[in-house]
């Protein structure tokens, strides 16, 4: 991915210009996400002035000038969301900007009124799905005019969009990748793509114009697939090239961090952020996110509030105050204003996703289920979905289910040590035929780096289980001692740790390593009894063996044979090679 950008040239005297185009442009057509964006790239590059106002100007089509009033009727009740009107009096357009209103409006009705559809269900969550209305009847208008090659980039973007909306993904591919070679500056063509890139290899096989955008839409689609150090080299280098000031990349490197758990770096990101834009809503519910795993109640209560006041009816803002309720585990109104957001935008991923999670906090698996399959039509790429469908069918004793989903949430996520730990526990319910998968699990999800602290102890369990013993005893001392060296002292897997390395080694006969583990054992009301019964016995034990042989060699000090142990305490690489 990165050798595909490294070869993009980059003027930013040039990008500038472009960006002023295509703003306009866009806001000529009403696609305003896109024009705030490319407005945003241009206040980032406020340190580079343009030679004249020339390089912004266009020249205007005599047949766009001929259309002129009936386009000014028209955009104003499209800006009024009077759509229905706005493709009423638009129906024999002839230039290509008011033919693409046309097109546009036509659609946005359709999303509107499905959208209003949904709304009047009594329960937006578990609403029936619904379709545009006109999506096929634009098709069929647009398929015409594409077999005569005369739709201009604009249309064609409109075109790809229809096109995926009825789930005819490889055609609406190839429909905008054409659309970039003609508009390379149009940005919402770009995220269109990259909703439907599903892994890097299709990423690497698209047709896309060597313009420097492009590296903007390799950062983004990295990110979504969860390639987050790539896409931090892609973000960073885009600073260096001239967009340092770009609340949009700060926010993407913030995710980036939060992506690679980096979660205290992710968090200051976000606050150096708001400080620099302060009105700013776009990906506070990810900031929200944070605070909420941090456990940083003042923040979050501070935000909530912020967001509040700058817009109380935006999808950032309901998330936002649902993590504040959740995290005071006021689960029915944290569910209200995740509902709140569905109603804003029924398409909205976080809302689906954080909405399952209260459900399941509320104990309701089937609308947890629920939630989480529509987080999952709307992103299949969002792990946090697939992940909680594998914790909820695992609350139903439902193994095989919860195998596949934990797999899937894996396979997005593959370097992720929850997700590998999950699957684990998984194949290790099935017990025989997967008990070596789950092994493997274990092992890998301590490799990479345990986040939860799960894994050895896990995998020390396992082997015991399955009477490795020598694979056990190196686990358990392994965990053991990283325990030791963080100072926790109080865990209760720690003392069942202790319980087995004493009977180990006072089978082997190892009894003064026996002793010192037996002895720990007594520091645990739990393993207490047990721990003093072996000292008994390792003491007994001692005695009789000093009897048999009063001329036996003096032991060595502190810990026999451990000089013979120290390799074999160390836990041996696995093959990690295994079909999830």
């Known amino acids: 991915m990165t050798n595909m950008a490294e070869s993009l040239s980059f003027d930013i005297l040039l990008s500038k210009s472009q960006l002023y185009i295509s703003q306009k442009e866009c806001t000529e057509r009403g696609l305003l996400q896109t024009s705030k964006w490319l407005a945003e790239m ?45 493709a009423y009096f638009t129906p024999s357009a002839k230039s290509d900007k008011l033919f693409f209103l046309h097109i546009y409006s036509k659609f946005m009705a359709g999303e509107k009124k499905k959208n209003d559809d949904r709304v009047d269900t009594h329960n937006s969550s578990l609403a029936p799905d619904t379709e545009n209305q006109y999506l096929r009847e634009l098709r069929a208008e647009l398929e015409k005019k594409h077999a005569d090659a005369s739709l201009d980039g604009y249309s064609l973007y409109l075109y790809g969009v229809i096109l995926q909306k009825l789930d005819l993904t490889s055609e609406a591919v190839d429909v905008l990748c054409q659309t970039l070679h003609v508009v ?29 955008m492009k590296k903007f839409f390799l950062a983004h689609t990295c990110l979504e697939l969860q390639l987050n150090e790539e896409s931090l080299k892609l973000y960073t280098e885009l600073q260096l090239q001239g967009f340092g000031k770009s609340s949009y990349i700060k926010a993407q490197i913030a995710i980036c961090l939060q992506n690679l758990q980096e979660v205290d770096q992710a968090v200051e990101a976000f606050m150096q952020l708001q400080k620099t834009d302060p009105y700013q809503l776009d990906n506070m519910d990810t ?40 995290l005071r585990s006021q689960h029915e109104k944290a569910v209200l204003w995740f509902q709140r957001a569905l109603k804003l935008n029924p398409n909205y991923l976080s809302a689906w996703t954080l909405i399952g999670h209260e459900y399941m906090e509320m104990k309701n698996t089937q609308a947890a289920i629920q939630a989480y399959r529509h987080a999952i039509e709307v992103n299949r790429r969002d792990y946090r979905a697939w992940y909680g469908l594998g914790q909820t069918y695992e609350i139903l004793k439902m193994p095989f289910y919860c195998l596949y989903y934990y797999r899937e949430a894996q396979k997005l996520r593959p370097n992720d040590s929850r997700m ?144 013979v142990m120290a390799t074999a305490d160390r836990l041996s690489p696995m093959n990690l090679t295994f079909t999830p």
Not at 292 to 315: F, G, Q, T
Request: proline share 2%; hydrophobic share 35%.
């Open 420 to 563: 590998l730990v999950a699957l684990g526990e998984s194949y290790e319910k099935l017990e025989k035929p997967r008990l070596q998968e789950a092994k493997k699990c274990y092992w890998k999800a301590y490799s990479v780096g345990d986040v939860e602290g799960l894994a050895l102890i896990k995998l020390a369990r396992l082997y015991e289980k399955l009477a490795e013993d020598d694979h056990a005893r190196a686990a358990y001392t392994e965990y053991t001692n990283e325990a030791e060296a963080m100072g926790l002292t109080d865990r209760e897997e720690q003392s069942q740790a202790y319980r087995y390395l004493a009977n180990y080694h006072f089978r082997s006969k190892q009894y003064d390593v026996a002793h010192k583990f037996a002895q720990k054992c007594t520091d645990y009301p739990e393993t207490r009894e047990e721990g003093k019964a072996l000292l008994k016995d390792i003491a007994s034990r001692r005695c009789e063996a000093d009897a048999a042989s009063t001329n036996e060699g003096s032991r060595i000090a502190d810990f026999p044979g451990m000089e």
């Open 287 to 326: 900031y929200s996110n944070l605070l909420y795993v941090k456990d940083m109640r003042v923040e979050l209560s501070h935000l909530a509030h912020r967001a509040c006041n700058i817009d109380k009816y935006r999808v950032e803002t309901c998330c936002v105050i649902g993590n504040y309720y959740s």
């Open 184 to 212: 390379p500056m149009h940005w919402g063509a770009w995220l269109e793509l990259s909703m439907l890139v599903t892994d890097k290899d299709l990423l690497a096989r698209l047709s896309l114009p060597d313009h420097w």
């Open 42 to 86: 241009i206040i980032a590059l406020d340190d580079v002035l343009l030679s004249s106002e020339s390089e912004t100007c266009q020249l205007v089509d005599p047949l766009f000038a001929s259309e002129l009033e009936l386009y000014l009727l028209a955009k104003s009740y499209f800006d009024l969301r009077e759509y229905d009107r706005a």
